[in-house]
């Protein structure tokens, strides 16, 4: 007993000594972006296997030998981070700040929205990645699909004219075909767009005069990305092959863009506000004729009618520059993140307001993204809600008219002048006194699922919900000519003028998605490794369209309800006159799909990677016996950089190889275009009953697109410094959906059919480079190019079909969607001054053309596809400062330009034309561009001397921040930066615009950009 007593004594002192002899090393890890605490992190002593983790407010404690502490070394380590060896020296406390990762294999990309996701040096497909410190938020820009162009290899984006203007995103190329009668019918040529496993609804026209998207009308379309804040996007990943969009079947024909939305984190609660504001003004505008040129070529032309010439009254009133002033941008955005282990949540508030340099012109923006997630050892849940309203007022609608500069805007009592155009109004009147206001209100939200039955095998299931309810309401006031319609009413005896219109759009849509699969994992051995998932997925789209106008209000001046356009039931009619002044209209546009879904991973040794998609769908959108389409796909990787031949190479990082081939499908081409549909009408039939007509032909064999795709890609890393990933693609389309006229005697204008086959191939290429990397100074660079070509191989069950002549766009076997068609223009006759114009090799003068010749002989005169396209980004820092610069650019690639804007001179007499059309021929012997000046003058729509060569470079921002320097992660505000930022810089175009006249710079958007300078600020706390 004695002896054990003394042994433990004797250890004890050993012990107290021991204690005695160590010190206790504390610190602090936060995250270097916004002084935020890191829970998690790894800090371990080198060389040993003592360690501790950070907890959730990012603190450590470590105690160590005292002979140690001097030359101790930290190895601290977080995945996404940058790993760093710390010296510790003599502290005893430390504050570590970690950044993130750039190395790209260790970044998770998700590979669908069905919960998969892999390494990136594990992906098979073709996935490109877009993470939140890519996005410059900075940009003054309403939506995030704007700040990306040029951004992502072989994504071709084409922003529309305005903010919240439709945005036409082609992957590899447009995956359909346009109609040649209708630019907004037909089948979508629009990627899958899916928000947190949310499938987004398209607006889209449909076969209703009111609905088709065209005429004054229909409703003018929205960007459905703006809903979304680009503040509160986590990741974007877009999916390009058939191993990466397989998996989506029918309807990944055209590419699928991934968003993830920001989500909480475990930690102490953060706040991130920025706010941003600036001017703008419109960049790149048309040259229009002033008042005394406007005057010379109007009389010129009164002369050729034998009718006496207009003195030119002084007036010089440039329309377009009095429309025109300095914009404003205003954005703020706040966002509170945070939680624990169990509990994570975050919500962010966005508000966005422009003032349109255009006058009158404006948008706001009010944008919710909630999420909110629970974690249990089994089960994992995640919900997401953004609701937002998008509102947006134009009256300013007449930009893209020339109204003649020699009207003053007002009158000498102050009024407005009048135009003496039909259907038009002084626009400063229209800005006034008329209305043009679309209201969206919204929600995308999902609930996620996932209960984990074992360590290796999942089940989960998603419902999502994307609900729009748009309303566009017009109104034309009496008190401008905009809204005094010819005609009049009687009522309650009086006789009035048919003044005043009011006109309502509204679209209201639904689109949930719904699905379960189960995912199993299993790592046999060292070497083998495979993941399978299969599933079920519904989904069903409703879209609700209402239509309501008036003409004709008692004091038009103001603005009326529609149900007081009424008027005195005529008794000389059997009908009830009194409600014809209104007009009501209503369709319906559902549609539903069931599928089933699958996909295997195969894992050998970490070096070759198989991967097979397969998908079932059953769409309502066909007929009863073509209504479902079987896609899948496969693809292989194989990592050469593992083998042992390339393994002493140290230059070489990571290099691999990677095949693919299946086939997508495209089910959106509306809802009821292969069945017979009829108008239906309450009154007006015989005896008064209600009666339907046929609108539409059935075609029951309408069936799927299919997209065969193939692509093979090679991605090298290098020097810890470059990565570069090269890819070759070809998409091979069959059985296009298209419509086609057919004989009125059917009892139909037209049809849907399965009419065509087409194929697009080209090169993709991206690089990324880390120039200089040091402590204090970082320069990367990245860029990417791409080219596309595109062919119709076929055209079967009718014959080559040609647009109206102001589009030159053709269906036609052997050429490209995007070629031009037309006639080669050869001058203008220097006796006569008409355009000359060369048909098979033979000259004709343009007063025998249109007797001679038609669309179908028509030659190509241009393309609109680019030879190559894509874009570039510098991000430069030096400590604290920071310069990012983002462009694109295109080499080739035509655009036919509007002749009304140049030479159509029937206008003139009430419409300016721009300056190059004061290039006329005067006289016999005289060289010019444009023809005379004369009613008689025939005209020849698609020349030739109308292509403009559109190969540009554009900077499309820059920007420049500065990150205030803290010394202590303790105080009230933990992050602050000041930013500046100018966006739609400037261009850089091939063809220069000649001397005083107008080239492709000011021809490019009828609706000019607008150039913004913006100051702004950011913090966390």
């Known amino acids: 007993m004695q002896f054990k007593l003394t042994v433990l004594l004797f250890a004890f002192v050993i012990n107290l000594g021991s204690i005695a002899a160590q010190v206790r090393i504390t610190g602090r890890v936060l995250d270097k972006a916004d002084n935020s605490p890191l829970p998690g992190v790894n800090i371990v002593v080198k060389a040993t296997g003592l360690g501790t983790v950070s907890n959730l407010e990012g603190q450590f404690g470590l105690a160590v030998k005292e002979e140690h502490a001097g030359n101790l070394e930290l190895v601290i380590s977080f995945i996404g981070m940058e790993t760093q060896t710390v010296n510790v020296g003599n502290r005893t406390y430390l504050e570590i700040f ?93 990627p899958l ?51 990466a969009v397989s998996i989506y079947g029918a309807d990944g024909a055209n590419g699928v863009i991934l968003i993830t939305t920001k989500k909480g984190k475990a930690g102490k609660t953060k706040f991130d506000f920025s706010t941003q504001h600036g001017i703008s003004q419109a960049i ?15 009389n010129a032309f009164l002369a050729s009618q034998g009718a006496n010439p207009t003195p030119y009254n002084g007036v010089n009133t440039s329309w377009f520059d009095e429309l025109n002033g300095t914009g404003a941008f205003n954005k703020y955005a706040l966002s509170v993140s945070g939680g624990h282990k169990a509990f994570t949540f975050r919500v962010g508030v966005n508000y966005l307001h422009i003032k349109e340099p255009q006058k009158g012109n404006s948008s706001d923006q009010y944008r919710v993204s909630s999420n909110f997630g629970f974690t249990t050892q089994r089960l994992k849940a995640q919900l997401s809600f953004s609701p937002s309203i998008v509102q947006k007022n134009a009256p300013n609608i007449y930009y893209s008219y020339a109204f003649a500069p020699n009207l003053p805007i007002y009158n000498q009592d102050g009024t407005y002048t009048n135009i003496g155009v039909s259907g038009l109004g002084n626009p400063f009147a229209a800005i006034e006194q008329n209305l043009n206001k679309s209201d969206t209100k919204g929600f995308i939200t999902s609930l996620n699922l996932a209960y984990n039955i074992s360590e290796d095998w999942i089940i989960s299931t998603l419902l999502g919900i994307d609900y729009k309810d748009k309303e566009q309401d017009r109104y034309f006031s009496g008190a401008n000519e905009s809204g005094q319609l010819n005609g009049g009413f009687i009522l309650n005896g009086a006789d009035y003028p048919m003044w005043g219109r009011r006109t309502i759009n509204n679209r209201n849509s639904t689109r949930w998605n719904w699905q379960a699969q189960t995912s199993y994992k299993k790592q046999i051995n060292d070497n083998h490794y495979f993941d ?41 009619t059997v009908d009830d006159d009194r409600y014809k002044l209104q007009t009501y209209n209503s369709d319906i546009n559902y549609n539903s799909r069931i599928s089933l879904f699958s996909q295997l991973n195969y894992d050998l040794k970490k070096k070759y990677f198989f991967l097979a998609n397969f998908r079932r769908d059953e769409s309502s959108v066909f007929g009863d016996d073509t209504n479902v389409a079987y896609n ?51 009154f007006g039939g015989y005896n008064k009953v209600a009666y339907a007509t046929p609108s539409d032909a059935p075609n029951p064999r309408l069936t799927w697109e299919t997209n065969k795709k193939f692509n093979f890609g090679i991605d090298i890393s290098m020097l810890s410094r470059l990565n570069l990933t090269v890819e070759y693609f070809y998409d091979n389309i069959e059985d296009m959906i298209s419509s086609r006229d057919i004989p009125h005697e059917t009892g139909y ?28 100074f970082k320069w990367d660079v990245n860029l990417n190019i791409a080219t596309l070509k595109s062919k119709i191989t076929s055209v079967r069950g009718f014959g080559d079909d040609y647009s109206a002549a102001s589009k030159a766009i053709a269906i036609k076997e052997g050429y490209s969607t995007s070629t031009i068609w037309g006639l080669n223009w050869a001058g203008i006759d220097p006796a006569t001054g008409r355009d000359l114009v060369e048909v098979n090799g ?58 009304n804007l140049i030479s159509n001179y029937n206008f003139i007499g009430s419409r300016n034309l721009s300056i190059n059309a004061y290039d006329y021929w005067s006289g016999p012997g005289d060289l010019a561009l444009q023809p005379a000046v004369s009613k008689y003058n025939p005209l020849v729509t698609n020349l030739s001397k109308y292509i403009y060569d559109s190969s540009h470079l554009k900077i499309s921002n820059i920007s420049l921040s500065y990150k205030v320097p803290f010394h202590r992660a303790n105080i009230f505000v933990k992050n602050l930066s000041i930013m500046a930022d100018v966006s739609n810089v400037a261009y850089f175009y091939k063809q220069k615009s000649p001397r005083g006249k107008n080239g492709i710079r000011e021809f490019m958007n009828t609706y000019p950009e607008s150039r913004t300078f913006t100051l702004g600020l950011k913090m966390n706390f």
Request: proline letters at 3%; zero cysteines.
């Open 532 to 572: 399978v998932m299969a599933g079920i997925e519904l989904a069903e789209e409703k879209v609700d369209f209402d239509y309501a106008s008036g003409r004709g209000f008692v004091n038009p001046e103001r603005i009326h309800p529609v149900s007081d356009a009424i008027q005195d039931d005529d008794p000389k």
């Open 632 to 682: 899948g796909g496969a693809g292989l990787s194989w990592i050469v950089s593992k083998e042992s031949f390339l393994k002493q190479q140290l230059w070489l990082d990571f290099f691999r190889l990677r095949i693919s081939y299946g086939t997508t499908g495209n089910s959106r081409i509306g809802s009821y275009r292969s069945k017979g549909l009829y108008s239906y009408k309450e």
């Open 98 to 190: 970690m950044e993130e990762s750039v190395n790209e294999l260790e970044q998770v990309v998700i590979t669908s929205s069905y919960g998969t996701q892999k390494l990136k040096e594990e992906v098979v497909g073709s996935i490109e990645t877009i993470q939140s410190k890519d996005i410059q938020v900075g940009q003054a820009f309403e939506s995030v699909d704007k700040m990306l162009v040029g951004q992502i290899a072989g994504v071709n984006i084409e922003t529309g004219s305005g903010p919240l203007s439709p945005v036409k995103i082609n992957i590899r190329g447009q995956g359909s075909l346009t109609p040649v009668s209708n630019s907004l019918l037909g089948t979508s040529t629009q």
């Open 842 to 899: 033979q000259i004709y003068d343009s007063e025998l053309i249109n007797d001679l010749f038609n669309a179908t002989d028509w030659q190509p005169i241009g393309n609109a596809q680019a030879d190559f396209y894509g874009g570039f980004n510098s991000s430069l820092s030096f400590k604290n400062l920071s310069l990012s610069v983002r462009g694109s650019f295109k080499y080739g690639g035509d655009k036919l330009v509007d002749y």
């Open 284 to 298: 790149n505008q048309i040259k229009y004729m002033n008042g005394e040129q406007y005057s010379e070529v109007l």
């Open 193 to 243: 767009i899916i928000i947190d496993g949310v499938i987004m609804s398209e607006e889209m026209a449909i076969d209703n005069s009111f609905f088709d998207g065209s005429g004054t009308n229909a409703e003018n379309f929205n960007n459905p990305l703006g809903q979304l804040a680009p503040e509160d996007i986590e990741s974007i990943n877009v999916l390009k092959d058939a191993a």
């Open 749 to 776: 204008a037209g049809i849907q059919i399965n009419g065509s086959n087409m194929y697009n191939k080209g090169w993709e290429a991206s690089l990324r480079t880390q120039i200089i990397k040091s402590t204090d």
